[in-house]
């Protein structure tokens, strides 16, 4: 598996955008397998984009283990990634998910 998640990464960071939609796909099936390498990769990252997809494999992996950068990210001053940690949570589907989104629904509404 980290034969895979190092060869996905490679061709994420690639100038040719069909290689990174090839190293995004990669890693789709696998993201709940290589969770705590997403993490790690999210948060030593710079470039927007890629963190918008690494976030959004986080999302796809649909564990409780997302669940703390999905919530701090859901208060993220950018607005696609707070998109992103949004729609993470939702897939997640737990308690401690659906009380996060209330939460930042009943914020968004003051």
């Known amino acids: ?39 790690q990769e999210y948060e030593a990252e710079s470039d927007h984009g890629l963190r918008c997809w690494l976030l959004e494999l986080i999302g796809a992996a649909r564990s409780p283990e997302a669940l703390p950068i999905l919530s701090q990210e859901l208060r993220s001053t950018d607005e696609s990634i707070r998109d992103l940690a949004r729609h993470g949570l939702q897939q997640l589907d737990t308690k ?9 629904a009943q914020n968004r509404k003051d």
């Open 1 to 39: 598996m980290t034969d895979t998640f190092r060869t996905a990464m490679r061709l994420m960071r690639k100038h040719d955008p069909q290689l990174q939609e090839d190293g995004f796909h990669m890693l789709q099936p696998v993201a709940s397998d290589v969770l705590p390498q997403l993490i």
């Open 96 to 104: 401690e998910a659906r009380t996060l989104l209330w939460q930042e």
